[in-house]
Structures are given as C-alpha cells and as structure tokens.
C-alpha cells in the first residue's frame, strides 16, 4: 500500500500502487518517496466540484461531443490550475488521456473542427485562464 498525503501534509486513507500511478500520471499527485505520494488537490472538495462540473455540461465530454464521465482540468494541476468548477470541463476518458497535461490551447486547436462545442469551449478555456490570471 502507498501512503497517501493531503495538500497540507496529512495522511489520508492510503491506496494500491496502481491508483497512486494514475492520480501521478493526471498530474493530480506527486511522490514524495517510493511509498509515499502527496495530492496536489483536496480530495474532498474536489469530489464535489467534480460532481458540479459533471451536471453543469450535461456529462458530455465539450471535445468531442461524447458521454463525458471525467473532468479535464482546462490549467493542469501541474500549473497550479484550480480545482474549482470554472477551471474543469467534463471530458470523455479518450480525450482526457489524449491531451494529457498539454496546454487547453493545444488540444483544443486539434479538435476545433470536430467539437459541437467549440464557441463554448473557447469561452471555457479564456474563462479560466482569466480566472487563474486574477488570482
Ligand atoms: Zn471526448
């Protein structure tokens, strides 16, 4: 088992190896040693933003069009996006592993002429990032 660290520091119910790679890999977690990882996130809130974020765009995924279960940060973790609603988008697993911790931009670009969406996610994406500026 990995031990699991909050933000702060505090343990939390510690997990399998697997899932302390893929909350890693999301960028939502860091390792602090080979059994320990510390999350970049608060867990808790987070849950319910997530769960926020899922019902705000109809749990469709705003790259593609398709059944969206995940949610994409728009500023990756890794940069010190937020956690809040305004900076999450629901996302299909697909493009969520495919964009990885590049830049909403980036992506975005490769799915401008296939996204129904793309008026509302480059709104999304100014939005956050405007956001993350203000802070
Ligand atoms: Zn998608």
Redesign the pocket.
């Known amino acids: 088992m990995i031990t699991v660290l909050n933000v702060d520091g505090q343990e939390l119910t510690p997990c399998v190896l697997d899932r302390a790679w893929r909350e890693v890999n999301r960028s939502r977690a860091v390792w602090v040693d080979e059994q320990t990882i510390q999350l970049l996130y608060n867990p808790f809130l987070f849950r319910d933003y997530r769960k926020a974020a899922l019902k705000r765009d109809r749990y469709t995924?705003l790259?593609?069009?398709?059944p969206?279960t995940t949610v994409d940060h728009i500023i990756p973790a890794s940069h010190g996006g937020s956690d809040r609603p305004y900076n999450l988008l629901a996302?299909?697993m697909?493009?969520?592993t495919k964009r990885g911790s590049r830049p909403a931009f980036s992506y975005f670009r490769e799915k401008v002429y296939s996204s129904p969406y793309r008026m509302k996610l480059c709104f999304r994406i100014l939005k956050a990032h405007f956001h993350h500026k203000a802070r």
Do not use: I, K, V
């Open positions: 995924c790259w593609c069009g398709r969206g996302a299909c697909e493009c969520n």
